[in-house]
């Protein structure tokens, strides 16, 4: 059996990751100014964030890629049954893989976080 979502509600559950994405983003750019300021005395350390943090905005840049052609192909569904609010769709394969990427990017990316903070907060 397929499970199915609200068309309103998978374009909601885009939009937010893709925003909460667009503010990982953010916080790179603040870990990477800090970083600038840390490197002559931490070349080692930060050399090694600095790979991290290249790491995660690509793998951003990647999941929103794919989240705004899965919000395309919505728009384009929507467009044929002329609203949003009112069909279920089926959850695709593809769906559950972005999800599935998105959340081990999520806790991925938070450990990054977590280990900069106490790593930044020693110096």
């Given at each position: 059996m397929s499970e199915s979502i609200a068309l309103k509600s998978l374009h909601l559950e885009y939009r937010i990751w893709i925003a909460e994405l667009n503010f990982d983003i953010n916080l790179i750019r603040i870990f990477n100014d800090s970083l600038l300021e840390l490197t002559p005395a931490y070349k080692a350390e930060t050399a090694s964030f600095e790979i991290?943090?290249?790491?995660?905005?690509?793998?951003?840049?990647?999941?929103?890629?794919?989240?705004?052609?899965?919000?395309?192909?919505?728009?384009?569904?929507?467009r044929d049954k002329n609203t949003l609010s009112q069909y279920e769709?089926?959850?695709?394969?593809?769906?559950?893989?972005?999800?599935?990427?998105?959340?081990?990017f999520r806790v991925l990316f938070n450990d990054l976080k977590s280990d900069f903070l106490r790593f930044e907060s020693n110096k």
């Open positions: 991290k943090f290249n790491t995660s905005r690509e793998t951003i840049d990647e999941l929103r890629h794919r989240m705004h052609i899965e919000k395309m192909n919505l728009a384009a569904i929507t769709t089926r959850i695709t394969e593809n769906h559950k893989t972005i999800r599935d990427d998105f959340f081990r």
